[in-house]
């Protein structure tokens, strides 16, 4: 029914990813691939690979620590990193609360999830980087829905959601004033679904954390929320045992688990398409308010 | 699975959002947590049903308007195929939106309301998905529900349409009646319409053909960026990596750079995943020449037999975008595939009424949202095909020098 001449959908969100990629390079003078580890930023630097090879990837990734870390996130970030042979700069936000620029959350659902901003526009601005690109993807959140693949920031990184400039064909308008920067999503078109379909289909490394492991949480506003130094109990809530994965990774403090047996990629995949609520569904830090995300956005957050 | 990109549009109370909401919900693309959200903010609200708009209407302003001021990007699936929706906006300030969301779709869908007929914002936005040339169109008459569902109100908005639309550039035009409210005929079948044996919305979004969509007679090849890996094992490696913008490139194949209309011969075309024997759009990839000429970004690798115009002069549909109008004598930054030139525009032609499709040659006065034909010239060649053949090698946007705004968009007539 299809003539030969014709690319299955994971196959042209790929092309359109390298482009956006490539483009990256090509328009701007010290561009970064910022990197937490988790899923989305592993896809954006294997595309990234795949964009520039058989040469290295042309730039450093960025990874801001919160210091909230699960200790294979890091251990995955130093392994890949020493083997693209790539630089890896590391912002920290313990560094900007000793340096008092920024101020820690306080409370029993206290997070180092916006503290991240503050960290994320220092890295930015001390190492002069004009273009931070990022695994956010439109499907994920009703604000990030509106990003633009470019997305201008200004002096103060921060996003204007009302003031974004058209984005059309696939023309990217990368100019800016000193100062000035952008974020750019080459895989702002993927959903959740095609990640871990491409995740299987090009069989990457990905943290084993995504993959279901004995781990002792608690269970917090209907997700597993997993114990750790930082972790306050709150009366009532007792430490268990579990068997359980992440369906998605970020600070250790907010990022809450699921009961689940997927230890291959091909059961993860079969359980989030059964899945019926969105992966950040266990995020907290989303539901704080309505317009959340679109509030941190606009104050430069990732 | 093949991807569909499709774009909206109608006007502001046509019920887009409604639409997209019931197609993301009907089609099960809708997890739990969203629409359990989307209750709850229907019911702070005192509303009686869920409002399925909430589902895109994201931007805190949206919410306290009740109206989609900029593109929002949505996705779903079904066993069939793949869809992202541009959700465009239908005010009137924000025709640029529809622009920027029309630019990447296969197909625009347009809403009309079945009490009101063709209205002047059906018109202006299907005039604008017929100049973007966008293959494809499918009228959706809703709110079927507030005539009684009847045939005959169907049967007048498709004859009032299709009297316009005779004047318009689109090859396949379908009507569907649909209530997006109650979702008739969106996903499943209407009860209610049993009149109408035609396939519903989400059927004939899974089943038109655009696997022809894509020129794949023209060989084009925009070079982003050279590869250069300074390894021992790839010393003399040349990579000139892109996206196929048309036509099927193979290795062997005659090719020419341009502007500089040196020759060559491709010896490799390289990816990741190892090299390919042929190479076609959208893919990308790095082709590496026989011969060692200067080939740097902004160039075009084409066929020796088919070749683009190359020009300083150029005749150009144009889409202000910008609250200024263009500065008499301005240079901007024109951006066309890979190649960034400065342009002026020398003169406008006319501008388009895009409610009345006439020309207005009295008219020069260039603002907001205006459609007009201009000429300009560049200071240096642009490489290009009308936009008709392909709208990748034909289109093009000017960035505003001072501000770095991008201003217009247009499409190359030659």
């Known amino acids: 029914m299809h003539n030969k001449y014709y690319l299955n959908h994971l196959q042209e969100l790929e092309s359109e990813a390298i482009y956006v990629i490539r483009e990256v390079a090509a328009q701007f003078d010290r561009p970064a691939i910022l990197f937490s580890g988790g899923k989305d930023s592993i896809v954006v630097t294997h595309l990234a690979r795949k964009a520039f090879w058989p ?39 313990q560094e900007s609360i000793d340096k008092g620029r920024a101020v820690e959350e ?37 604000a990030r829905a509106k ?36 974020r750019v999503f080459p895989i702002s078109n993927w959903t959740e679904m095609d990640v871990w379909n491409y995740i299987l289909h090009e069989n990457l490394d990905i943290p084993s954390l995504y993959f279901a492991h004995h781990r002792e949480a608690i269970y917090r506003d209907g997700t597993w929320l997993p114990n750790s130094e930082f972790l306050v109990l709150r009366e009532g809530e007792k430490i268990e045992l579990k068997y359980m994965r992440f369906r998605t990774l970020g600070d250790i403090t907010i990022t809450g688990g699921i ?43 990732f | 699975m093949e991807l569909l990109r499709f774009t909206t549009a109608g006007s502001v109370d046509d019920g887009k959002s409604t639409l997209i909401g019931r197609l993301l919900y009907d089609s099960k693309s809708i997890f739990e947590d969203q629409i359990e959200a989307v209750k709850q903010s229907s019911e702070r609200k005192g509303l009686q049903h869920v409002d399925l708009s909430l589902l895109t209407d994201g931007l805190r302003s949206e919410r306290e308007q009740g109206i989609t001021i900029d593109v929002a990007y949505r996705y779903f699936a079904t066993p069939k195929r793949k869809f992202i929706i541009a959700d465009t906006p239908g005010h009137i300030q924000y025709t640029r939106n529809m622009v ?6 296969n197909l625009a869908l347009v809403l009309i309301d079945a009490r009101h007929g063709v209205i002047e914002q059906t018109c202006r936005h299907s005039f604008i998905a017929s100049l ?55 996903v499943n079948h209407s009860e209610n319409m049993k009149w109408y044996k035609g396939a519903s919305l989400l059927d004939t979004l899974e089943t038109l053909h655009i696997g022809s969509d894509e020129n794949h007679l023209d060989a084009r090849f925009p070079v982003q960026t050279v590869i250069r890996p300074h390894a021992d094992e790839y010393h003399d490696y040349r990579g000139y990596a892109g996206r196929i913008a048309g036509g099927i490139f193979r290795v062997g194949d005659n090719v020419t750079i341009l502007p500089s209309g040196l020759t060559s011969k491709i010896k490799l075309i390289n990816t ?40 300083q002069d150029l005749d150009v549909l144009m889409c202000w975008m910008s609250a200024k109008g263009p500065r008499p004598g301005a240079k901007y930054y024109l951006k066309s595939t890979s190649r960034e030139v400065m342009a002026i525009i020398k003169e406008v032609i006319y501008k388009i009424d895009i409610n009345t499709m006439q020309r207005l040659d009295q008219d020069n006065d260039i603002r907001m949202n205006d459609m007009a034909r201009v000429k300009m010239r560049t200071t240096r060649p642009l490489i290009f095909d009308e936009y008709r053949r392909n709208r990748i090698t034909g289109s093009l946007i000017l960035i ?6 991008t201003v217009a968009a247009g499409t190359i007539h030659s």
């Not at chain 1, 730039?59 to 699960?70: R, S």
């Not at chain 1, 201008?152 to 990368?174: A, M, V």
Request: contains cysteine.
């Open chain 1, 147 to 182: 990003e633009r693949f470019f997305s201008h920031r200004d002096e103060f990184g921060q996003w204007d959601p009302k003031n974004q400039r058209p984005e059309l064909w696939n023309i990217f308008n990368g100019r800016k004033r000193m100062g000035e920067h952008f």
């Open chain 2, 100 to 105: 920027t969301g029309a630019s990447t779709a």
């Open chain 2, 272 to 311: 990741f995943d190892g090299p390919v024997e042929e190479a076609f759009p959208p893919m990308s990839v790095s082709i590496c020449l026989e011969d060692d000429i200067d080939v740097s970004r902004g160039d075009m690798i084409v066929k020796n037999n088919n070749q683009p115009q190359v020009s």
């Open chain 1, 259 to 301: 009961e689940s047996d997927a230890d291959t990629l091909e059961k993860i995949v079969m359980e989030v398409s059964a899945s019926r609520s969105t992966e950040r569904g266990m995020r907290s830090d989303d539901k704080r308010s309505d317009t959340s995300m679109e509030d941190r956005k606009k104050q430069g957050y």
């Open chain 1, 106 to 142: 306080r409370g029993i659902n206290a997070t180092r999830n916006e503290l991240q901003i503050v960290s994320l526009l220092d890295t930015i601005e001390e190492n002069k980087i004009d273009a931070a690109m990022g695994g956010a993807r439109r499907d994920e959140e009703k």
């Open chain 1, 55 to 93: 040469a290295k990837i042309p730039m450093p990734l960025v990874h801001i620590d919160t210091g909230h870390n699960f200790s294979e996130t890091i251990e995955f970030r130093d392994k890949l990193v020493a083997e693209l042979g790539i630089q890896l700069i590391v912002g920290s936000v």
């Open chain 2, 400 to 405: 505003d020098e001072a501000t770095n705004e």
């Open chain 2, 132 to 186: 973007l040339k966008l293959p494809h169109i499918i009228v959706c008459v809703n709110k079927m529900d507030l005539v009684d569902y009847s045939e005959q109100v169907f049967n007048k908005v498709v004859e009032q349409y299709h009297e316009f639309a005779s004047k318009l550039d689109i090859k396949d035009i379908r009507y569907i009646p649909i209530s997006a409210l109650d979702g008739d005929n969106v």
